[in-house]
């Protein structure tokens, strides 16, 4: 018995390895992706549109909105909503405050709910290559 577990253990070990050997290799064919701080140091907040000028990004790059959730969010929004400021009903709204989103290809746009927040440049389009 004692040595059927061992054995047992012993497969799992090389289904542990394979695994890893996977994730390094993946890994490696996605180096290029890029994870950026939406705002740099200052954040997710405010006057925000203007962050991504100048940046290349790319698909599958990962933007992360860090702000503090009681203050803001971060809504997923179409090219309307963005030049409106409006949200669809039923959007799906991240509030975690360390928000991470992966870029599709084309532009990605992101405003935050918040009554004026959006109008107060509170808002960003990403274009992705
Ligand atoms: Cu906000």
Redesign the pocket.
């Known amino acids: 018995m004692a040595q059927g577990r061992g054995s047992a253990a012993r497969g799992n070990s090389a289904v542990v390895l394979a695994l890893v050997l996977l994730c390094v290799l993946l890994h490696g064919e996605f180096a290029e992706s890029a994870v950026y701080s939406v705002g740099d140091r200052g954040g ?3 006057n925000t549109a203007g962050w991504p000028r100048g940046k290349r990004f790319s698909a599958g790059d990962v933007l992360v909105f860090k ?1 503090s959730p009681r ?3 971060v809504v997923p929004v179409s090219a309307a909503g963005y030049n409106s400021c409006s949200t669809p009903r039923g959007a799906r709204v991240l509030q975690t405050g360390n928000d991470r989103v992966t870029l599709r290809r084309g532009t990605n746009y992101f405003i ?3 009554p004026g ?2 109008q107060a440049g ?1 808002k960003i389009a990403v274009t992705a290559a």
């Open positions: 997710w907040s405010f702000y203050a803001h969010n935050c709910s918040f927040h959006c509170m």
